[in-house]
């Protein structure tokens, strides 16, 4: 009985480092979440410009990416230009400004450009909370009717557009389900 009691800590020991070890090959870009086939949440929130209250039933109507961004995300003005560029091809986006200054995202947005034909001022979180948002940035992509269909973390790069979402987004816009 007490050679095991001496053993326990080993075992309890390398359980942990078992557990460690698998953790070192996540890939933070796969996080797994619980909104992929559900509706987008309902939110009634102001635009980043303007001052309109929009809600999720803005967002449907055509398949589109929506992007969580903020002034204070060094990763965010990383992507920002190849948003741009996405949008410039006739890409919808819409853009999420995710616990910012209303003002200072009206400025970034003025200095860098605008991709989103709808941008939502979540100052507070809510929205953010509610889709489960870990950081910024993140982009879901979303069909027609508002579900969610995928979620990518991290900069939306050429290789990223290409590999992961410009097929799905291409599905969605041929009227399948990805």
């Known amino acids: ?4 009691m001496m053993l326990l ?4 020991f390398l359980l942990l480092a078992v557990f460690l070890y698998k953790g070192l090959f996540l890939k933070p870009d796969e996080l797994p979440s619980a909104m992929i086939g559900k509706a987008f949440p309902a939110f009634s929130l102001k635009a980043v410009q303007g001052g309109r209250t929009l809600t999720e039933a803005d967002l449907r109507g055509r398949p589109a990416l929506v992007n969580v961004w903020g002034t204070w995300c060094p ?9 741009n560029q996405l949008a410039g091809q006739g890409v919808v986006i819409h853009g999420i400004n995710y616990k910012d200054d209303n003002a200072a ?3 970034w947005l003025a200095e860098f450009h605008n991709p989103y034909q709808l941008d939502i001022d979540d100052a507070q979180g809510t929205l953010g909370l509610d889709l489960g948002v870990y950081g910024a940035p993140e ?6 009717q508002g579900i969610i269909r995928y979620k990518h973390v991290g900069v939306v ?17 041929d009227g399948a389900t990805p």
Do not use: G
């Not at 982009?139 to 027609?144: E, G, K, V």
């Open 1 to 4: 009985m007490k050679r095991w």
């Open 9 to 12: 800590p080993l075992a309890a």
């Open 75 to 83: 990763s965010c003005k990383v992507e920002h230009p190849y948003l």
């Open 105 to 107: 995202a009206q400025k």
């Open 139 to 144: 982009t879901f992509l979303i069909d027609a």
């Open 157 to 173: 790069d050429a290789s990223v557009w290409r590999e992961q979402l410009a097929p799905r987004y291409q599905q969605l816009l």
